[in-house]
């Protein structure tokens, strides 16, 4: 199994409190993902980053932040949350063009 | 744009074979993954195509054509474990940007 790890796994949070979410690679993978999942949706690309300090905006990127200062770090931060962003929160990594890509375990976020 | 359309559930039987469709609609298009998801569970790998044609793995089979845009995966042999959801994924022409659609959940009934 690839080595991608999530953090937290589970979080409830208040609406309009910060919320980050870490991604830990050691597979020295250049390309990181962040992705949401909701149901009759399936997975939605946010954010996603093609090496340290570069990044790009997905198809859901409104309300979201994203941060890549190492190579096997890419944290997903909520400046304030709202209900709608509750989700199940999906980092995966890819090391080089054309290939799959692997995905950790999940982040189950509930936003009250 | 992107536009990925498969069905959103399908039922076969234990032992049969089942193909799951796909068709996408894309600005740039470099290739096309299947991915399959137990509930609860990450997104794993099944296969991907870049060129036209069938490509066969076991038990599953996926299929491409470019000019139709169009891709199917096909189960033989179905087993109740195959009971998941099955998502079909496009790779745009940079070569690492992956656009999901909405996931096939499959029912596998004895």
């Known amino acids: 199994d690839a080595g991608i790890t999530q953090s937290?796994?589970?979080?409830?949070?208040e609406t309009g409190t910060p919320v980050t979410l870490r991604c830990h690679?050691?597979?020295?993978h250049r390309y990181m993902y962040w992705y949401r999942q909701d149901p009759g949706h399936g997975l939605r690309l946010i954010h996603y980053s093609y090496g340290v300090k570069d990044t790009d905006k997905g198809e859901v990127s409104d309300g979201y932040s994203v941060s890549r200062s190492k190579t096997e770090d890419f944290l997903l931060t909520l400046e304030s949350a709202t209900s709608s962003q509750t989700s199940v929160y999906f980092c995966a990594i890819r090391?080089?063009?054309n290939t799959e890509a692997f995905f950790g375990q999940g982040t189950r976020l509930t936003v009250v | 744009g992107q536009n990925i359309d498969q069905p959103t559930e399908m039922t076969a039987t234990e032992g049969a074979i089942v193909q799951i469709n796909c068709t996408y609609q894309t600005s740039g298009f470099n290739g096309l993954f299947w991915y399959q998801q137990h509930a609860g569970e990450a997104p794993t790998f099944?296969?991907?195509?870049?060129?036209?044609?069938?490509?066969?793995?076991g038990r599953?089979?996926?299929?491409?054509?470019?000019?139709?845009?169009?891709?199917y995966l096909l189960l033989k042999e179905l087993q109740m474990k195959d009971s998941a959801s099955y998502l079909c994924a496009t790779l745009n022409t940079g070569g690492f940007k992956t656009i999901f659609g909405a996931g096939t959940r499959l029912f596998v009934k004895a």
């Not at chain 1, 937290?8 to 949070?13: C, I």
């Not at chain 2, 036209?52 to 793995?57: I, Q, R, V």
């Not at chain 2, 599953?60 to 891709?71: C, M, P, T």
């Open chain 1, 8 to 13: 937290p796994r589970h979080k409830v949070t």
């Open chain 2, 60 to 71: 599953f089979s996926s299929f491409l054509s470019r000019s139709k845009g169009y891709s």
């Open chain 1, 25 to 28: 690679q050691t597979e020295n």
């Open chain 2, 46 to 57: 099944l296969s991907y195509n870049v060129l036209d044609g069938l490509e066969e793995k």
């Open chain 1, 95 to 97: 090391d080089s063009m």
